[in-house]
Structures are given as structure tokens and as C-alpha cells.
């Protein structure tokens, strides 16, 4: 699987900026996909994922501000982005899960900046 993400950049406080992914490969293997990010120095942590069947986990820091979508039997998930703080600042990564096999996929990693 070969994931292609796209749509950081720079924004100021309270805007928006949404995030694309799109999978190739063997997309039918992916059981989960969504969104991680990292800052420099610190552990990479979940964003937002969408689940097959249509469910979504949140990290409780973006919830009410970011919404995850997508269809993973086509290989898609986007990330809207609202209401940004310089805390979101970080890189974010594109990822699929196959749930069988333990096996997770990662995008290149999309830049994302707030200034305050």
C-alpha cells in the first residue's frame, strides 16, 4: 500500500487547511485510515481515523475543530482542519491499518504550520 497525502501549509490562528490522502496499491488490506502528526522531539500521536464501517476515533485535542471523512474501500480519507491553533503545528502523516496482519502504512508526511 502507497499512501499520498497532500494540502499542508501555512495558516494563521483560527483558519482552516484540509488534508488529502489517497491510497494505491492494495487498498482492499486496509481496515483503518486516518491521521497522526508529530512534533520535533515528542512521539507521534493520533489526529482523527475513520474505521471500515464508517466509525471515528478523535483525539480529544481536536475534537469539535477537525472532522476525518473518507471511503476506505476507495482508498480516501481527508482531514478538515478548523479553527487551527500554533498547537496544531506539526507534521502530519497519512496512515492505513490492516488490522489481520498488524500492519501499518505511512504517507510522506505533510507540513503543517499555525502563526499566532
Known amino acids: 500500500v502507497q499512501l499520498q497525502a497532500s494540502g499542508g501549509g501555512l495558516v494563521q490562528a483560527g483558519g482552516s487547511l484540509r488534508l488529502s490522502c489517497i491510497a494505491s496499491?492494495?487498498?482492499?488490506?486496509?481496515?483503518?485510515m486516518g491521521w497522526h502528526r508529530q512534533v520535533s522531539g515528542k512521539e507521534r500521536e493520533l489526529v482523527a481515523e475513520?474505521?471500515?464501517?464508517?466509525?471515528?476515533n478523535y483525539a480529544d485535542s481536536v475534537k469539535g475543530r477537525f472532522t476525518v471523512s473518507g471511503d476506505i474501500a476507495e482508498g480516501t480519507v481527508y482531514l478538515q482542519m478548523n479553527s487551527l491553533s500554533p498547537e496544531d503545528t506539526a507534521v502530519y502523516y497519512c496512515?492505513?491499518?490492516?488490522?489481520?496482519?498488524?500492519?501499518?502504512?505511512w504517507g510522506q508526511g505533510t507540513q503543517v504550520t499555525v502563526s499566532s
Open positions: 496512515n492505513a491499518y490492516n488490522v489481520v496482519w498488524n500492519r501499518s502504512y
Open positions: 496499491g492494495d487498498i482492499l488490506s486496509i481496515n483503518v
Open positions: 475513520v474505521v471500515n464501517g464508517g466509525g471515528t
